[in-house]
């Protein structure tokens, strides 16, 4: 019996458009991803049979076959046609429905860690396709780093790496619904009104500059229901915060600074509101901590 240690970071979006609802009810993106170090532990303990699960440190995640990871691991054994044979510890530090992809990142780390361990049976593009399956964020963080999101969030592509900011995330008690954000988004808001203009200045080695043009659609909606997360950017900002923005559906805010010490200086003012941590952008979303990469450098 072997076990396996890794660890799955989370994700915010620096971007988020959303470009128009499309004929099978989801909607089309474009979305620049962007990992941070804030992470979960995920440890798998192989043999003798059956999945089980535990999880420390969230008792609202669900600790059965409801979990992603859980999910992630039967689709594992099934694609590799192996009886499933696994004990999965899950401690959770990325909170959960905040918009910051803790149980996708949970999933990616378990294909990866699995796919390790039996030899690499799998190729990324297969563990990939399983992941899209299991959630729409599931395909980015088997990767992470900074990528170009297109489609649901299943289309990647690589593009130059953000430095590794300070990061503050702040999250309110009140979890969101992401189908829910969706459903009352406006479509005057459809477009590619940031993406494009991030990327531009990115691939001209201007990232600073291209943190300008943060900006998530998807804030119309969550925003005017949550004042705090209005509270919370406008304080990032009076702090020097070089962009402030909500992660995906919500409801988390995030502000990068350039600065540590500014970092550290918005942190104290406002760590008493709420859910705040103090992260950095990262460059993967799993690493095996075995040897396998698993995607980081
Ligand atoms: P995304 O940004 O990918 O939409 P999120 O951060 O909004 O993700 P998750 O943290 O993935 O949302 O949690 C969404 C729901 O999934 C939670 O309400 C939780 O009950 C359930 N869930 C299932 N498995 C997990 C897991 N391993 N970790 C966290 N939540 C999980």
Redo the contacts with the bound molecule.
């Keep these: 019996m072997g076990v396996i240690r890794a660890a799955a970071y989370?994700?915010i979006n620096l971007t988020l458009d959303v470009l128009g609802r499309r004929a099978d009810g989801y909607h089309e993106l474009a979305s620049i991803m962007q990992s941070v170090d804030l992470h979960?532990d995920v440890e798998l303990e192989l043999g003798p049979s059956g999945i089980s699960l535990e999880?420390k440190g969230?008792a609202?995640?669900?600790e059965d076959s409801?979990?992603?990871?859980?999910?992630a691991a039967l689709a594992f054994f099934a694609s590799v046609q192996k009886e499933p044979a696994v004990a999965i510890t899950?401690t959770?530090r990325?909170?959960?429905?905040?918009?910051?992809?803790?149980?996708?990142?949970?999933?990616a780390a378990v294909l990866r860690a699995l796919n390790t361990y039996f030899g690499h049976p799998l190729t990324l593009a297969q563990l990939q396709t399983i992941g899209e399956g299991l959630?729409?964020?599931v395909p980015f963080c088997l990767v992470g780093g900074t990528q170009w999101a297109q489609g649901i969030g299943e289309r990647l592509t690589p593009v130059t790496a953000m430095p590794p900011y300070a990061l503050l995330l702040a999250k309110p008690e009140m979890?969101?619904s992401?189908q829910e954000v969706y459903r009352n988004l406006n479509s005057d808001s459809f477009g590619d009104h940031f993406t494009n203009r991030f990327l531009q200045e990115l691939e001209q080695g201007q990232p600073y500059a291209a943190l300008r043009h943060v900006g998530n659609a998807l804030e119309t909606v969550t925003l005017p229901k949550v004042p705090q997360c209005q509270w919370w950017k406008d304080t990032m900002h009076r702090y020097g915060a070089a962009a402030q923005l909500m992660?995906?559906?919500g409801p988390?805010v995030f502000g990068i600074f350039t600065d540590d010490e500014r970092a550290y200086r918005a942190w104290n003012a406002i760590r008493h509101q709420g859910n705040v941590y103090m992260s950095r952008l990262h460059h993967c979303g799993v690493k095996l901590m075995d040897g396998d990469t698993g995607g980081c450098q």
Excluded: E, F, H, Y
């Design positions: 989370g994700k979960d999880v969230d609202t995640v669900p409801r979990n992603i990871a859980w999910k899950l959770k990325i909170p959960a429905a905040a918009g910051l992809a803790g149980g996708s990142a949970d999933a959630g729409a964020d979890g969101i992401t992660s995906g559906s988390t």
